[in-house]
C-alpha cells in the first residue's frame, strides 16, 4: 500500500523565519514520483515541484529546497527567510511508477503554515 | 493563457437539484482528473481519464457521472444534490510523457448545496 504522511498539521513562524515541512512515503514500487503542491488562501492548487525515484538530488529554487532522502523515505520541504505570502496549505504527493500504475496520486493531509509579520 | 479552466466557479443550488460542471485544458494533456476537497482541506480523487477512457472510479455514489467529449474536456454531472456534496471541486491534468506525472489544477468550483 501507498502512503504520505505529513506529520505536522499546523505550523506558524514569524516572517524570516526558517521553517521545513516534513513529508515521509511508503511505497513497494521501485520507481515512483514525489511533488509538492501549494494551496494558498485564495484556494487554487499550485505545482511545485516533482522529484523521480531514480533522482536523489536536492533541488534549490529561490527560497525553495528540497530534501529527497530514499534511506529515509522522506521528501522535507524548506523554506528560507519565509514572507507572509509563504502562508499557505501545503502538500505532499506521492505516484507509483510500476507497470499497470493508475497515475494515481496518493495525496498527504497537508500542512497549514501561518507566516506572521 | 488559462491552463486548466472550470466553469463555474461559484455553485449554489438546493438539494434534490442536478448540477454540472465544466473543465477544459489547453496543455495538451492526455490524463484528466476530477477532485473533491472538503471542508478539511483532504483531497480525494473521484475520476480520471486518459484519452477519453476512464481509468480511476473511486468509491462515488453513482449521482456522480463524468463525461469526456474529447481529452481536452472532463465534465461532471451531479444528479439529486445531497448536502453532502457541498465541497469545492477541482478538474486537473496531467502529461502521458514518461516519468512527468505531475498533475496541473483548475481554479476549483465551491459548491454549496441547501
Known amino acids: 500500500a501507498q502512503k504520505v504522511t505529513q506529520a505536522q498539521t499546523e505550523i506558524s513562524v514569524v516572517e524570516k523565519e526558517d521553517v521545513t515541512l516534513d513529508c515521509v512515503y511508503e511505497?513497494?514500487?521501485?520507481?515512483?514520483?514525489l511533488f509538492w503542491y501549494k494551496q494558498p488562501p485564495s484556494g487554487e492548487l499550485v505545482f511545485l515541484i516533482r522529484?523521480?525515484?531514480?533522482d536523489e538530488q536536492n533541488e534549490i529554487s529561490g527560497r525553495y529546497s528540497w530534501n529527497f532522502q530514499k534511506s529515509t523515505s522522506s521528501f522535507n520541504f524548506t523554506i528560507t527567510a519565509s514572507q507572509v505570502v509563504d502562508s499557505a496549505v501545503y502538500f505532499c504527493a506521492l505516484s507509483g511508477g510500476n507497470a499497470g500504475n493508475n497515475r494515481k496520486l496518493i495525496w498527504g493531509l497537508g500542512t497549514s503554515l501561518a507566516v506572521n509579520p | 493563457d488559462t491552463a486548466v479552466s472550470q466553469t463555474p466557479k461559484y455553485l449554489v443550488t438546493q438539494m434534490g437539484n442536478d448540477k454540472s460542471i465544466k473543465c477544459e485544458q489547453n496543455l495538451g494533456h492526455d490524463t484528466m482528473y476530477w477532485y473533491k476537497q472538503d471542508s478539511k482541506k483532504f483531497l480525494k480523487i473521484m475520476f480520471s481519464?486518459?484519452?477519453?477512457?476512464?481509468?480511476i472510479n473511486e468509491t462515488v455514489p453513482n449521482r456522480f457521472s463524468p463525461k469526456s467529449p474529447d481529452k481536452a474536456h472532463l465534465n461532471l454531472h451531479i444528479n439529486s444534490l445531497e448536502l453532502g456534496d457541498s465541497a469545492v471541486y477541482f478538474c486537473?491534468?496531467?502529461?502521458?510523457?514518461?516519468?512527468?506525472?505531475?498533475?496541473?489544477f483548475g481554479p476549483g468550483t465551491r459548491l454549496t448545496v441547501t
Open positions: 522529484r523521480n525515484s531514480f
Open positions: 486537473a491534468s496531467s502529461p502521458s510523457l514518461a516519468g512527468r506525472r505531475e498533475q496541473y
Open positions: 481519464y486518459n484519452n477519453k477512457e476512464l481509468i
Open positions: 511505497t513497494r514500487d521501485t520507481t515512483y514520483y
